[in-house]
């Protein structure tokens, strides 16, 4: 595998804290990329601090109502939400702050 590839995969886990851990702990594990959590029903985007694009975000971050996931930071998650999308889509899972409403992870909803 080319370390060029700059397309986000998509992780699959058995809970959002397991999720998290692993963004924090696996380098193979990159910023924009696509968490999974069927059974939370999360669909998440790895960052330094994971957060969810669906309601549910277990423990995952939850985004500020006013940021588009598309365009923040210079649009570095467009590809990884696109992914989310289709992986939504698959699971027959809203997302609702893909649409154009979502946000800067900072200090929200963590839960511990």
């Known amino acids: 595998m080319s370390s060029e590839n700059n397309?986000?995969?998509v992780w699959t886990f058995y809970s959002t804290g397991e999720a998290?851990?692993?963004?924090q702990c696996r380098?193979?594990?990159r910023d924009g990329d696509v968490l999974?959590?069927?059974?939370?029903?999360?669909?998440?985007?790895?960052?330094t601090w994971p957060f969810a694009l669906t309601q549910e975000h277990g423990s995952l971050?939850?985004?500020k109502e006013h940021v588009d996931p598309r365009t923040w930071?210079?649009?570095k998650y467009a590809s990884g939400v696109a992914?989310?999308?289709?992986?939504?889509?698959?699971?027959?899972?809203p997302l609702p702050r893909a649409g154009g409403t979502a946000a800067a992870p900072?200090?929200?909803?963590k839960r511990d």
């Open 7 to 9: 397309e986000p995969k």
């Open 20 to 23: 998290y851990g692993a963004v």
């Open 27 to 29: 380098d193979e594990i």
């Open 36 to 47: 999974v959590i069927e059974r939370e029903q999360v669909i998440g985007i790895a960052h």
């Open 61 to 63: 971050h939850t985004l």
């Open 73 to 75: 930071e210079d649009g």
């Open 83 to 93: 992914l989310a999308e289709r992986e939504a889509a698959r699971l027959n899972l």
């Open 106 to 109: 900072a200090n929200e909803s």
